[in-house]
């Protein structure tokens, strides 16, 4: 099963975050911002705004004196059990910021050994999440999160997946057609969400974008009720814009 997928500008925004954070964690003793535009080649401007990103993360600090060090975030990373529970709060944190942000539940979703999986969610009494009616394993066809996912692998692994769960109709607006739905998966520009509008639930719409990390598949959804699907496209904008944070998390 191969990822196919082309680089997003989440995963730009992350790998740049990255060259910063890795620079900054080279110099102990801290590291001024016109020395990091000569180590990393960023332009002021963007690092500026990647700075203002590591500091709000927590991964990065700035001194009294000015200078840039590594900040508590990833000072807690210390152990496997300690760094996958202090990942998973990490990411629930950013999360719930990313759901008051966008007014709407926020899940991250992975494609593990060939299913489904939503890892984790945030959601609240006015956003709350969707009604998982049939389970999100066998009914990828159907979901943002599903075809979102589906859209990172290859052809050949697109069609296995649609071989071991059947297509079945939940909404007069499900795709039910294998040969639809793969040309549809295939025609997906990577950098655009995907869409689910009433396909899965009647009442809700839901959008996803990939926030792929090394050869782990996933990506992140947001889900509304159908009388805000005005709202949609622009909160999914917004869940694009704001996924690096979550990209770089999974990155570290």
């Known amino acids: 099963m191969a990822p196919k997928h082309e680089p997003t500008a989440p995963h730009h925004s ?19 911002d016109t020395e990091l535009t000569r180590l990393t080649g960023l332009a002021p401007e963007r690092l500026t705004t990647l700075l203002r990103m590591l500091r709000r993360e927590g991964y990065v600090e700035q001194a009294a004196d000015g200078t840039y060090v590594t900040g508590q975030a990833l000072d807690r990373l210390g152990s496997a059990q300690q760094r996958q529970e202090a990942l998973r709060d990490k990411l629930q944190r950013t999360l719930d910021r990313l759901r008051d942000s966008v007014g709407a539940a926020v899940y991250l979703s992975r494609y593990v050994d060939g299913e489904v999986s939503v890892a984790q969610y945030a959601d609240g009494p ?8 049939v389970d999100f394993r066998c009914s990828a066809h159907a979901t943002a999160v599903g075809k979102s996912l589906l ?3 290859d052809h050949a692994a697109r069609r296995d997946h649609l071989a071991r769960h059947r297509m079945a109709r939940l909404t007069s607006h499900t795709i039910t057609s294998d040969k639809v739905l793969l040309s549809r998966l295939a025609a997906q520009p990577p950098t655009a969400p995907v869409l689910d509008l009433q396909e899965y639930a009647v009442g809700t719409v839901c959008a996803a974008v990939p926030v792929t990390a090394g050869s782990t598949v996933g990506c992140l959804a947001l889900s509304l009720p159908v009388e805000h699907a005005h709202r949609l496209r622009r909160a999914a904008d917004t869940l694009s814009r704001s996924a690096a944070p979550v990209l770089l998390s999974l990155t570290i």
């Open 151 to 153: 859209t990172q692998l």
């Open 14 to 32: 992350a790998q740049e975050a990255l060259r910063v954070l890795e620079t900054v964690a080279r110099h102990s003793t801290g590291t001024t």
């Open 126 to 133: 006015a956003t709350p999440r969707v009604n998982e009616w």
